[in-house]
């Protein structure tokens, strides 16, 4: 047992004054150099970096890839764009604040009824999201580690994009329109538009319904069906509502944001040469967010304008190709 336990603390910090002495009694002659590196790949480079480190390749890598396109940095704006390799991928329309008051804030009453049933998804969903993406399909950090770093990976792209998007269209959250809404849980610190949950929860959803079913990959195609993943996705972003710290439109768009990256990534990792586009009018939506809803604005050019635009997948490194190699061979 105390073997045992010696081989898994080799990595922990130790005593420095031991280690100190410790080589003082062993060390022989200083030898110089006495070994020859073996040569590797960048993927073997890459495969064998610490999480913190391999974070900062990832985030540094999709920065070449995703941004986000604001017509002002001075003052609040009235849209924002996600591009891909320079080109728009995703644009979100924001509502006003005079058109919530109108159209939105209501809803926020009749979520709150939900409150007492969901106020322990709600605080579980603060922080994490994983979990309710495992209970459809088996995921591991042993059996299903690159899956679980891919994951990872489409996160870092969420952090990328949303907080520069919320910050530039600055939508105020439903607690400053109305003493009344009275969230079950804290108003995070920034702008509402779009939800960050349901941002990631759909970008979640999108990697998921690529790997989890064995039918074409097609997200709006899994949003109509309402695939498992999808159905967790929209009760993640519903929550966010219920809590009382987003309107249904910042639901809807963080979905139409959230699978449009997604899949504008997987796209790119499968080697398309092209994939679709998205532009939410969240200006003149003032309906309710749910799967079903979505999948009707979906399908609605007054709501989501859709096109598609040129991938160019030689772009992306290498080593990022083995990587998503080994995400697929995990799922046969």
Same mark, same amino acid.
Request: with cysteine; proline share 6%.
């Given at each position: ?42 993927? %073997? ?6 999480? #913190? ?59 709150? %009824? ?26 591991? #950090? ?5 899956? $679980? ?7 870092? $792209? ?111 990792? %499968? ?22 809803? $979505? ?38």
């Amino acid at each position: 047992m105390q073997g045992v336990q010696g081989v898994q603390t080799v990595s922990l910090p130790a005593p420095s004054w031991a280690m100190l002495s410790a080589r003082a009694g062993t060390q022989r002659m200083w030898p110089g150099a006495n070994r020859t590196p073996a040569q590797q790949s960048a993927w %073997d480079t890459f495969r064998k970096l610490a999480e #913190g480190p391999r974070d900062a390749v990832l985030i540094q890598t999709l920065s070449t890839q995703f941004a986000v396109s604001l017509a002002s940095s001075a003052h609040a704006n009235d849209t924002a764009s996600i591009t891909v390799q320079g080109q728009t991928l995703a644009t979100l329309h924001k509502p006003t604040t005079a058109f919530l008051k109108d159209h939105q804030i209501d809803y926020m009453r009749a979520a709150a %009824d939900l409150q007492s049933d969901r106020l322990e998804e709600i605080t579980v969903q603060t922080g994490q999201l994983l979990p309710f993406f495992g209970m459809v399909s088996y995921l591991s #950090g042993d059996a299903t580690k690159w899956t $679980l770093r891919m994951a990872d990976t489409m996160l870092s $792209l969420c952090k990328l994009i949303e907080m520069p998007v919320k910050m530039g269209l600055d939508v105020a959250r439903p607690i400053a329109l109305s003493s009344a809404v009275q969230p079950v849980i804290q108003t995070p610190g920034h702008p509402s538009f779009p939800s960050g949950h349901a941002t990631e929860s759909f970008v979640l959803a999108t990697l998921f319904s690529r790997l989890f079913y064995d039918v074409p990959f097609d997200p709006a195609m899994a949003v109509e069906t309402q695939n498992e993943v999808m159905r967790y996705a929209a009760r993640i972003a519903t929550n966010r509502t219920v809590a009382g710290v987003h309107y249904p439109t910042d639901s809807m768009a963080g979905a139409i944001a959230g699978m449009t990256m997604a899949e504008g990534l997987i796209n790119l990792l %499968d080697g398309k040469t092209a994939t679709p586009t998205r532009t939410y009018r969240g200006d003149t939506y003032e309906g309710d967010f749910n799967l079903s809803l $979505l999948g009707d604005a979906l399908k609605d050019p007054t709501i989501v304008e859709t096109g598609t635009v040129a991938l160019d997948p030689t772009q992306v490194p290498v080593w990022m190709q083995e990587m998503w190699a080994e995400v697929k061979s995990e799922w046969g």
